[in-house]
């Protein structure tokens, strides 16, 4: 019998997160193995330049990098919340207080200036680390200010 088999054998009886969640660990499960977290996002940035000519990366205001976690040169992901699309890059710093966010490179034919965006980094951790672990989740406005109280 497969570990999928043996997942869907479970009941919600023995599910304390309710139907569909098992906080049992499959039978291959190797105390060893690491989980992918997210680590970080800025939520609901606006895109305010995208340009082809750079060589690659995501410009992002260095306040919102510290204020989030993402380090400079962090790989991120960049999902567009205008038209859909998501990629990965790195993330660089820009300006500090000028809320700018821009797309660099190849990437810059994916968005346009006043898309909305979700930029988040991941990383990795044990099991145990994961369920005690908070991301950092930063809310901005349209001009990508920090909302205060809501972060």
Same mark, same amino acid.
């Given at each position: 019998?497969g ?7 479970r ?8 139907p569909g ?20 996002k800025?939520?609901r940035a ?9 060589e690659?990366?995501i ?5 919102? &990098?510290?204020?989030s +976690?993402?380090l400079?040169h962090e /790989?991120v992901?960049? #999902?567009?919340?205008?038209?859909g699309? %998501? ?5 660089i ?8 966010i821009c797309?660099?490179?190849a990437?810059a034919? &994916?968005v346009?200036? +006043?898309?909305?965006?979700?930029v /988040?980094?991941?990383? #990795?951790?044990?099991?145990t680390?994961g %369920? ?7 809310l901005?406005?349209e ?9």
């Amino acid at each position: 019998m497969g570990v999928d088999s043996v997942a869907r054998r479970r009941t919600v009886a023995e599910s304390p997160g309710g139907p569909g969640v098992s906080n049992e660990r499959p039978e291959v499960w190797d105390e060893r193995m690491l989980i992918k977290m997210m680590k970080a996002k800025i939520h609901r940035a606006v895109v305010t330049k995208a340009d082809l000519d750079y060589e690659g990366s995501i410009g992002i205001d260095c306040g919102l &990098l510290d204020v989030s +976690g993402i380090l400079p040169h962090e /790989a991120v992901h960049v #999902w567009d919340l205008s038209n859909g699309t %998501r990629f990965e890059t790195y993330a660089i710093p820009l300006e500090r207080g000028s809320g700018e966010i821009c797309v660099n490179g190849a990437a810059a034919r &994916l968005v346009q200036p +006043g898309d909305q965006v979700i930029v /988040a980094s991941f990383c #990795w951790m044990d099991e145990t680390e994961g %369920r005690q672990f908070q991301p950092k989740v930063v809310l901005v406005d349209e001009q990508n200010r920090v909302l205060a109280g809501k972060n």
